[in-house]
């Protein structure tokens, strides 16, 4: 993601991603460590930089949608945090450095997730506080936050770990995997951009859209990553590649091979093209962003 | 805790506690099981007891703070959830039952605590949406889930608990002991108080002098588990007994010895009860609680 735009964006959430937590003091400085080196592990800030860009596509400041931002950021490094511990996938490499619980050991790093994770509502609910003199965009947030706690949940990001854990060495449905896709990965992206949304002061009519927009994104995110991990190199990747396959996870490509998986790719990058292109003359950040993520495997 | 007032708002939580999670379809049974499984395991529910009392003494209505009170339940829950995992306290039983990992495994235990911690704030979110149209009660909501993200958060139980990790096998020192207590136990225990209060709608020195209670019975809870843990049986205790001098944890009992502690808790919880019996003659319900849970180790 080189375009302008994505890198302002995402530079914003990078000044801003210490910001929003709690002080912690010194007696809990670890903590405090485990946490940072995660938040600043270099990652592309997907999430967050949608939902500023949702933000402002709605007509909204999106210096005032920051503290979501990063909240949506905390909530998306806990995950990634949890799931690379030893019981989950036993991942020793992240975008490059040594994962969390390799770095601080797995009872910490087991607390920063939690703690990433409680932060992140901490920040929505403090923020909330602000906007007790504007009932109007005290409302706003009230739904920004209950979107992303869907999407972070046991309806959500939850269930499709859940499933994902429990689809390893079987060989899983077509409705499993999609099930996977959409909760693991699509349903923090859609919540993303429905809560910038929110936040922008969208109508019905652009929630839907972006929420169209946000599912394809996401299911061919997904799709992409799981391809790279076939076919990519692990300077690429940031990560162990290959480990689907090891691990015997539910992928497209070891469901359906790499031919069928990139067309099914390219389609939903399309289908979301589509989404926005077709209705909005301003849509031309979302329209890029999905072609770059979807030529990572070009 | 057998006084009639105490089982009225017990039950209560007990009838409701599944009712404000997320409805998980059935692709997610699993978790769903493992998150019930520690929800239903009978603990005291004093958290969610002292959130509806608090709500009521401030004169609200306690069946419109369920969802908070349920809320603090869960965020409990997963805590101790975590905290039992191999790679923290390595707890194989819990209020008299073998904890979740020992039922569902590592990973499913690392996810259903995370559900319930996300539940929380999700139920919490979602009952503020049906309070768009009274601003009064929604900003009360809204101060009532920042307590509890607080008390939960990096300032809150969570520094308790990393605090807690890094005494292990040390001598520490009366400060880092305090501190432990304070936060990984007291700060739940004051959010619940402070939560309740609010939405009771309480004034500035109802807060205040409810804070203080907490604060000491919180206090005084923590040092009274931890005289059981020397000195009670694992059926009083429903978990293992001299852990914490297996485990060399920092506590009361194993720096000061036990009649120290027992002096210490009695301590506490006769400033607990001063805090509201100097001011109020409404307090009977908090004067007894507080005496019922020092009596344990009498």
Do not use: W
Not at 73 to 82: A, K, V
Not at 118 to 126: I, R
Not at 181 to 201: D, P, Q, S, W
């Amino acid at each position: 993601m080189q375009n302008e735009e994505y890198l302002r964006y995402k530079n914003l959430v990078d000044e801003h991603i210490l910001y929003f937590l709690p002080d912690i003091d010194h007696k809990s400085i670890t903590l405090t460590e485990a946490m940072t080196y995660s938040l600043k592990a270099g990652g592309k800030m997907l999430r967050s930089v949608l939902l500023l860009a949702a933000c402002d596509f709605c007509g909204g400041d999106e210096k005032t949608a920051l503290p979501y931002a990063c909240a949506i950021e905390y909530i998306h490094t806990y995950s990634l945090i949890h799931d690379d511990l030893p019981a989950m996938d036993n991942d020793d490499l992240r975008r490059g450095m040594p994962t969390n619980h390799k770095v601080f050991g797995e009872a910490m790093a087991i607390l920063a997730g939690d703690g990433l994770l409680t932060s992140a509502f901490e920040a929505m609910n403090k923020d909330m506080l602000l906007y007790f003199d504007n009932v109007d965009l005290l409302k706003r947030r009230v739904r920004a936050a209950y979107e992303i706690s869907k999407g972070a949940g046991c309806r959500g990001m939850i269930a499709g770990q859940v499933a994902d854990v429990e689809a390893e060495n079987k060989q899983c449905t077509r409705e499993i995997l999609d099930y996977i896709h959409l909760n693991k990965t699509a349903a923090l992206i859609k919540a993303a951009v429905r809560a910038g949304a929110y936040l922008g002061g969208c109508d019905k009519k652009m929630l839907e859209d972006l929420d169209a927009y946000a599912e394809n994104i996401g299911l061919a995110f997904q799709i992409v990553d799981d391809i790279l991990d076939v076919s990519g190199s692990e300077a690429e990747l940031g990560k162990r590649v290959g480990s689907d396959e090891a691990n015997q996870k539910a992928t497209y490509p070891c469901r359906y091979g790499l031919e069928e998986s990139k067309k099914k790719a390219n389609e939903l990058t399309e289908n979301a093209k589509h989404a926005l292109a077709d209705y909005y003359d301003n849509a031309e950040f979302f329209i890029k962003l999905a072609d770059e993520l979807a030529s990572r495997i070009k």
